[in-house]
């Protein structure tokens, strides 16, 4: 895959994890599962969660408005596509067996999205700004220049 490629096939696989964990979390609000405020607290929690990851990509569209049809540098688009889609599958799908289960309780969805999710968002933040600045310095634009 190119680097254009990748940064859309990115970009695909946040915001469908996004609207699918969302839609679980209005699934179970309609079905009167939890009450407002916890439903509030979990789509509040969601966007948090997808933020990072979301951001990144999105800098990666301003950033790099020339993006030619190269090359990903040295499998890193491979590896990003690879961690993302699972950290989204983890993550939304979580959020889904939750909304499916009915045995748990709001408060063990939140303490899993306050434990968990924000070192494995980390992982992903980090693994797509390794990406994206890879991608950089192959088109030269990341390398150091000598300087005098």
């Given amino acids: 895959m190119n ?8 970009t695909g696989i946040l915001l469908a994890a996004f609207v699918a964990s969302l839609a679980a979390i209005v699934h179970g609000y309609l079905a009167e599962e939890f009450f407002e405020d916890d439903f509030t607290s979990l789509a509040v929690k969601t966007v948090g969660q997808y ?48 909304i499916l289960s009915r045995d748990e309780t709001v408060d063990v969805l939140t303490k899993w999205n306050t434990d968990v999710v924000p070192i494995t968002s980390f992982l992903i933040d980090g ?7 890879s991608a950089a310095k192959t088109k030269g634009q990341g390398a150091a220049r000598p300087t005098g």
């Fill in 3 to 10: 680097i254009r490629t990748t940064r859309h096939v990115l």
């Fill in 51 to 98: 933020a990072g990851p979301l951001s990144i990509v999105a800098a990666a569209y301003f950033a790099d408005a020339d993006t030619r049809d190269e090359r990903n540098p040295s499998g890193a688009g491979a590896i990003a596509v690879l961690f993302t889609a699972l950290w989204c599958v983890f993550t939304a799908g979580r959020t889904v067996m939750f």
């Fill in 127 to 133: 693994t797509l700004a390794y990406f994206f600045v």
